[in-house]
């Protein structure tokens, strides 16, 4: 393989907050930063996927707490659903946020969500097609919100008007897109810096 073949191989680490609670995930990511482990996805749920041994810590006050203990450790969700429990201008807020605090170690991973964790923090689960388009149209107003100033947006589920984010990101901040088939993959070409999807059986689409 020439040179210029040579892909780089990158460990990551997934921090489960649905499987560990937040204290022993702080201790792990602390470890694992000074073995040198140069990613973490950090798992974005309101519910558990089962009950016994669950846990239910918050995504984003741990990554402000593991972005401050650690100092090479890159930082992102895998993945933050922003259509319904939150809405995309707050988490445009918050990562720009941390990225102004911690340059260079925030990325932010979005998805269509689960049912599990939407439908118990209070809203109804939407249809596969009416999912997608939120998503679409979240990214649209997150990347104006990082990037513009007195942002208004009408768009067909979020709106703000004359709204800025006085502490805005001072890079663009990686945008990872999750999903399973093909227009996931398009949007994320489009609109991201990256799919992030499951093995699936490549003779089956």
């Known amino acids: 393989m020439s040179k210029s073949a040579e892909v780089k191989t990158r460990l990551s680490i997934q921090a489960a907050h ?28 309101y519910m558990p996927w089962w009950d016994t041994g669950a846990s239910g810590g918050a995504a984003w006050p741990w990554m402000g707490a593991a972005l401050a203990k650690t100092t090479q450790l890159v930082i992102g969700t895998g993945v933050t659903a922003p259509i319904l429990r939150y809405h995309p201008a707050i988490v445009a807020q918050v990562f720009a946020t941390l990225a102004y605090m ?42 104006k919100l990082w990037s513009q100033d007195w942002v208004t947006f009408s768009g067909e589920f979020y709106s703000v008007k004359d709204s800025n984010l006085y502490t805005k990101p001072p890079y ?21 810096n990256g799919f992030v999807t499951n093995e699936l059986d490549i003779d089956k689409n």
Not at 25 to 42: A, F, Q, S
Not at 172 to 192: F, H, K, M, N, R
């Open 18 to 45: 649905e499987q560990i609670n937040p204290i022993d995930l702080l201790d792990d990511v602390i470890y694992l930063d000074k073995k040198g482990i140069e990613r973490c996805w950090t798992s974005d749920h």
């Open 102 to 143: 911690f340059p260079k170690r925030v990325f932010l991973g979005l998805g269509r969500g689960e049912a599990l964790n939407e439908v118990p923090s209070g809203n109804i689960w939407p249809t596969n097609i009416e999912k997608f388009r939120r998503l679409r149209e979240s990214i649209k107003l997150i990347k």
């Open 172 to 192: 663009p901040i990686p945008i990872y897109i999750a999903g399973l088939g093909i227009q996931s993959a398009q949007l994320a070409g489009e609109e991201g």
